[in-house]
């Protein structure tokens, strides 16, 4: 097991002989992220593949789909999954996410479970390692926001977590900071089998670009709004379209669940839904390279979060639909 804090292996580690009949393989394999809301998941996947593709803000439950991207080197290629935050469910949205988020172990090859620098363990915290250790997959203790405590600190919390369960390594990383990245890029390729390169080189993710979109908009709008409110918003892309080559055309609807909520989504003077359209704009623009026209509506669609056909209609669907 890896406590060090410089990441640096261990030459007998479990595993690497029988690889080393294989070392010009390329390797490949699934790795899944899981923790609870707000520890770092998609900042972590969005550093490690080097771009953004997973949206990301302070609020819980910001990721609500599984987001799937693509590292790859000369090494072989690594498939991260993005999952949900693993939360108490409230309603058939949060049931979704929570089904989402399990089913992601079921799928891979090894698991990483990103938890905060803290010798304290919640209930999500708990209900996760009762989970992990049902697993069979190898399973990485990720200690996230390495760069907020000192040293000693993050040396007690590995002694805490590594007395629960006999993790295959245990690395302290800084998801913001990109500390230990490629330490933990070098890891995953130690654990991974030789295996067929599923993906192009250049493919950094299979979301479609009209997915990407919309997330981006939810996400400066969970950035902009109340508390409240961002729980109870989607974002739909009605239509993408290229205009003359050059520029696209982009309407979208984000979704609420109260005639107040509207309201306070397009603010006085139409200032609050601006200022969400502009800032989604400008990072689409760098995603498509391109110019982008975004026009940006809201619909109220009451308790969408309990409504089935709702979910399925705005994108919320089983993995095997």
Avoid at 19 to 30: I, R, T, V, W
Avoid at 75 to 97: C, E, S, W
Avoid at 101 to 112: C, G, M, R, Y
Avoid at 248 to 277: F, N, P, Q, R, Y
Wanted: charged fraction near 30%; charge should be negative; aromatic fraction near 6%.
């Amino acid at each position: 097991m890896n406590t060090d804090m410089s990441t640096e292996l261990d030459n007998g580690m479990p595993g690497e002989e029988s690889f080393a009949d294989h070392a010009d393989e390329k390797k490949s394999g699934y790795v899944a992220l899981i923790g609870r809301p707000n520890v770092g998941k998609s900042t972590l996947m969005n550093a490690l593949i080097g771009q953004k593709i997973a949206i990301t803000s302070s609020k819980p439950q910001t990721t609500r789909n599984r987001i799937q991207t693509v590292y790859t080197d000369e090494r072989g290629q690594i498939i991260f999954l993005d999952t949900p935050g693993v939360h108490k469910a409230k309603n058939r949205l949060g049931d979704y996410m929570m089904k989402v988020a399990e089913s992601a172990l079921q799928d891979v090859d090894l698991v990483l479970w990103l938890v905060e620098p803290d010798t304290y363990l919640g209930k999500g915290d708990r209900m996760i390692l009762d989970k992990l250790k049902e697993s069979e997959k190898p399973v990485f203790l990720l200690i996230n926001k390495l760069d907020t405590i000192p040293r000693a600190e993050v040396l007690t919390v590995i002694d805490v977590y590594r007395r629960l369960m006999d993790f295959a390594e245990i690395i302290p990383v800084s998801a913001l900071k990109k500390i230990n990245m490629d330490d933990l890029l070098d890891t995953i390729f130690k654990y991974l089998k030789p295996g067929p390169q599923y993906y192009d080189e250049d493919t950094v993710t299979d979301q479609p670009m009209r997915q990407i979109a919309a997330e981006l908009i939810r996400e400066k709008a969970l950035q902009s709004l109340q508390e409240e409110i961002p729980h109870g918003i989607a974002v739909l892309v009605d239509s993408m379209k290229r205009r003359n080559g050059r520029i696209w055309d982009i309407s979208a609807t984000i979704i609420c669940e109260k005639e107040s909520h509207k309201g306070i989504i397009i603010g006085k003077d139409g200032v609050m839904l601006k200022k969400i359209g502009s800032a989604a704009r400008y990072e689409i623009e760098e995603q498509l390279g391109s110019k982008v026209h975004l026009e940006l509506w809201v619909k109220v669609r009451s308790q969408w979060r309990d409504n089935e056909k709702l979910l399925r209609s705005f994108g919320y669907r089983k993995e095997d639909e």
